[in-house]
């Protein structure tokens, strides 16, 4: 298996790690909800109620994006009594990304190295 190969199979592995994240992330919607929890109180985290008047949407709308969120592991949500607290979460899924943004930049260097050998042998 070549290098090239080695490289494009770990990519493909991590796209498919990803791919709840990447989904859950590709919405405008859910970006502007993730915007809202992170401009927001951090410790505490925000209540829908909150959100909703950030983002403004209907509250089913921000319910149902956070259910997506939490769901892909991103935010994470305390409850105090019947009151639920949604903030990014600290060892959120969104840091898996690295991973795969790490592993194309390897590929990138790599062309770089081949395409750079290539042009020095060729003059």
Same mark, same amino acid.
């Given at each position: ?17 990803? /791919? ?33 008047? #950030? ?10 994006? /956070? ?5 892909? #592991? ?13 903030? /990014? ?35």
């Amino acid at each position: 298996m070549s290098v090239e190969q080695e490289f494009s199979n770990t990519i493909a592995i991590e796209f498919n790690n990803n /791919l709840k994240v990447l989904n859950a992330i590709g919405d405008e919607t859910r970006q502007a909800i993730l915007m809202a929890l992170i401009q927001g109180p951090q410790k505490s985290g925000m209540r829908v109620g909150e959100i909703r008047v #950030q983002t403004h949407l209907s509250r089913p709308a921000v319910s149902h994006h /956070l259910k997506i969120l939490k769901d892909a #592991q991103i935010i994470s949500v305390r409850k105090e009594g019947t009151r639920n607290f949604y903030r /990014l979460d600290a060892g959120s899924k969104l840091m898996s990304l690295k991973n795969l943004v790490n592993e194309i930049d390897k590929l990138f260097e790599h062309c770089e190295e081949h395409a750079t050998e290539a042009t020095i042998r060729n003059q």
